[in-house]
């Protein structure tokens, strides 16, 4: 079923549109990280733990790899071997997460009876069962978990001496769904000097749910910010070809091809300017870029997809990274501690791959992200200038597109009436 005809059922359909209350004691029930079909966790004593008198569950702990676990349960070397190889081929399985996975190991019998069924479970939607037959072959089913999916609302304002981060916390909006809505509005915004008191935010994003508890959080799936330039709206849209991206209301592309702030959340502490005072020469002269306050170490994302053209050190920017992007634009990202591995120059890097961390090195009064933007070979500010988005709609996405927008809007609107209630999926 394509995203429109979601966003109807969403809207006409009773049975997969149905706006329930919370009740005040589901939030004590929820399963942040995980509902486990195991009773019990890792225990002091060790790392296996009786369900009942014919399973046993082992939690993955760090330094333990399959072949540990299972030689530890009696398996022959051969036995493991062919264990391991199913698992890979049959579901893409070739490690263990150490405190996240679990084992179970069933027996048909008592505890001195051989293991005839082995489960894992390598995320919360996914469990693997191998079972031996009575000739002793192995055989795998993966299972994919249906999730129940719920869109939920938040809305929140920026109050005096705010960050939007704060807001959001106060609206219960969760700090992974945060971070992606910083990741979405730094295209269009810079949170330190466009956030004001009194603008309105608000968010719509997937729950997902397993037997009526919360497994995790899914996609921000709209985002509306009230910008000092006018407000902000994107909404995310799986197109004819099943790739996803953040649209306007319009169905122009939300992501540009450049990010504003490429460290979010980061203060601008120098501006762009054709005359600065230079804090560290002393006299005036232009500074062609933005600068990040940021603690050294600090994670420097590329803001766009593109090739390191150069990666050195020069006085004036010591340890720097320049990136060009298309015929049209480059970036460049100045006063590092160092070098993220494997980029060098000719290295093609996606947006928000780490190219470097912040540091202070060259001119430079303390730990910060100096951050140029170039078009066409001339400096320009990084926090004015227009962005091209990388993909917009074709005439029929568009179309398809607008239809979908209007339904999600209607179905927005019963969540703005009671933002407590959510949209069954």
């Not at 939690?59 to 062919?82: E, H, M, P, W």
């Not at 981060?165 to 609206?171: D, E, K, Q, T, V």
């Not at 997809?305 to 460049?332: D, M, Q, S």
């Not at 074709?394 to 969540?415: G, H, M, P, V, W």
């Amino acid at each position: 079923m394509d995203a429109m005809e979601k966003a109807k059922n969403i809207i006409l359909s009773r049975k997969v549109v149905r706006a329930v209350l919370w009740l005040a004691g589901v939030l004590a029930i929820v399963a942040v990280v995980g509902v486990l079909v195991f009773s019990g966790g890792r225990t002091d004593s060790g790392d296996t733990d009786l369900v009942s008198d014919n399973t046993t569950v082992v939690q993955v702990a760090a330094g333990d790899t399959l072949s540990k676990i299972l030689a530890d349960k009696g398996f022959s070397g051969a036995d493991i071997n062919k264990i391991a190889d199913i698992l890979k081929t049959k579901a893409n399985i070739t490690g263990l997460r150490a405190d996240k996975d679990k084992i179970e190991f069933t027996r048909d019998g008592g505890p001195d009876t051989p293991i005839t069924k082995i489960t894992l479970l390598p995320g919360p939607w996914r469990r693997v069962e191998l079972t031996c037959d009575d000739g002793g072959v192995w055989n795998c089913n993966a299972i994919d978990i249906e999730r129940d999916t719920r869109l939920v609302y938040r809305q929140g304002e920026i109050l005096d001496g705010d960050s939007f981060y704060l807001a959001g916390m106060r609206a219960d909006i969760p700090a992974g769904i945060l971070a992606d809505v910083y990741d979405l509005l730094a295209f269009e915004m810079d949170f330190e000097r466009d956030v004001r008191a009194g603008q309105k935010f608000s968010v719509v994003f997937e729950e997902n749910y397993s037997n009526n508890k919360k497994i995790d959080n899914g996609s921000v799936i709209a985002v509306s910010f009230d910008a000092l330039r006018g407000n902000v709206k994107m909404y995310r849209y799986r197109k004819s070809d099943k790739i996803v991206g953040y649209y306007d209301p319009d169905g122009n592309g939300a992501i540009k091809s450049l990010k504003r702030t490429p460290i979010n959340n980061a203060k601008v502490t120098s501006s762009f300017s054709t005359r600065r005072k230079h804090p560290v020469l002393g006299f005036t002269r232009a500074h062609k870029g933005v600068d990040f306050r940021a603690s050294t170490g600090t994670p420097i994302p590329a803001a766009g997809a593109g090739r390191v053209v150069a990666r050195g050190f020069n006085r004036g920017h010591g340890n720097f990274v320049k990136i060009r992007h298309n015929k049209t634009f480059e970036t460049l990202y100045a006063h590092m501690s160092k070098f993220a591995k494997n980029v060098n120059v000719g290295t093609a890097v996606r947006q928000g791959q780490t190219i470097g961390y912040v540091g202070s090195t060259g001119l430079s009064t303390g730990p910060h992200l100096h951050y140029e933007v170039i078009k066409d070979g001339k400096h320009v500010n990084p926090l004015t200038v227009k962005l091209p988005a990388i993909d917009n709609l074709d005439a029929t996405n568009k179309k398809k597109f607008l239809e979908y927008r209007k339904t999600l809007d209607k179905a927005i609107e019963e969540l703005v009436k009671n933002p407590k209630l959510f949209i069954q999926m």
